[in-house]
């Protein structure tokens, strides 16, 4: 008798709550980056307070910076809980194909490939299995893990 795989005893999530807890991650990476911007303008305040003016920061070097805070943050949660904030509010988690968790390395291009092509996400809608396009490349699923 053979015991299921760990993703198989769960039922697949679907774009509606995969979409909210997308929603609720991008805004726990910005404030994430608002608090390294706080930290910033603190750090040259405490360095130099006599000509102290805040810090103007360019398109490039913003977006360079919230695509690194985006990309740590996923790979870090998939590969050590396989739960981001937004998939804990939604009672989802990802798990891997015979794991109930992501090896880090999928993690890492699970999460820049997501970064990258968010629309990836709305597969879900016309996929039978409920998989996105990063769920099909790297081969994992997003569960529901409350009944």
Do not use: E
């Amino acid at each position: 008798m053979s015991v299921p795989d760990a993703a198989d005893t769960h039922r697949t999530a679907g774009v509606v709550s995969r979409g909210t807890a997308a929603v609720l991650d991008l805004i726990v990476v910005g404030v994430l980056l608002g608090l390294l911007y706080a930290g910033l303008v603190l750090s040259r305040l405490a360095l130099n307070p006599g000509s102290f003016r805040f810090p103007a920061l360019d398109a490039v070097f913003s977006g360079m910076v919230g695509f690194v805070a985006a990309v740590v943050y996923l790979s870090l949660c998939w590969s050590v809980s396989g739960c981001t904030a937004g998939a804990v509010a939604m009672g989802l988690k990802v798990v891997g194909r015979r794991t109930t968790r992501l090896k880090p390395v999928t993690a890492l291009l699970r999460a820049i490939a997501c970064v990258v092509f968010p629309l990836g996400l709305a597969w879900v809608a016309v996929d039978a299995q409920r998989r996105s396009l990063q769920d099909i490349v790297f081969g994992s699923r997003v569960v529901y893990v409350r009944p």
